[in-house]
């Protein structure tokens, strides 16, 4: 996918690449052979310096390449877009799981005695009844879950936008 992080930074890489080849073809068609037949390129050469600094920053945009490919092993995740899925599933938990917990007790509430359901009962009885309370459990479980997963989560998002603002203005 080409919005993800890792094949932009490849591309890149790769212009850069490209970019010193060409550099050191100029620089080659500027330099002089002494006689002991050793080529020699001016030390102030333009395209020297310029190889330079494109060879600085191909080395700290493959090391950004590798902390994105740590960040995606360290959530379990392939890529950018999945991480912010589990966000957003998370995020999902932690918001409907008080919806799911509420349809469930009026779902008790209003299901006749016959079908297991206690319409006889006040909402603070009903809230005592096993069914109710295995519900409550188990919401409140899906939710401390989803907390959980965006402590994880939420660090590493923030790690992965910094280092590609930083790939970006390189």
Do not use: W
Request: net charge negative; charged share 30%.
């Amino acid at each position: 996918m080409a919005s993800e992080p890792i094949s932009m930074i490849a591309g890149k890489l790769d212009r850069i690449a490209s970019e010193i080849e060409a550099l050191r073809v100029k620089a080659l068609g500027a330099s002089t052979i002494d006689k002991t037949g050793a080529v020699r390129v001016a030390a102030n050469s333009p395209e020297l310096k310029r190889i330079s600094e494109l060879e600085k920053t191909a080395r700290r945009l493959a090391a950004i390449q590798a902390e994105i490919a740590g960040c995606f092993q360290s959530v379990g995740a392939n890529s950018r877009e999945e991480i912010n899925e589990r966000r957003r599933n998370a995020v999902g938990d932690i918001e409907g799981a008080p919806l799911e917990a509420f349809k469930a007790f009026k779902l008790y509430h209003e299901l006749p005695a016959a079908n297991g359901g206690h319409p006889d009962l006040l909402p603070g009885d009903l809230v005592q009844t096993p069914a109710d309370q295995k519900v409550e459990i188990e919401q409140r479980d899906r939710m401390e879950r989803a907390r959980t997963d965006l402590g994880k989560i939420n660090p590493v998002i923030s790690q992965l936008n910094a280092l590609i603002a930083e790939a970006n203005s390189l």
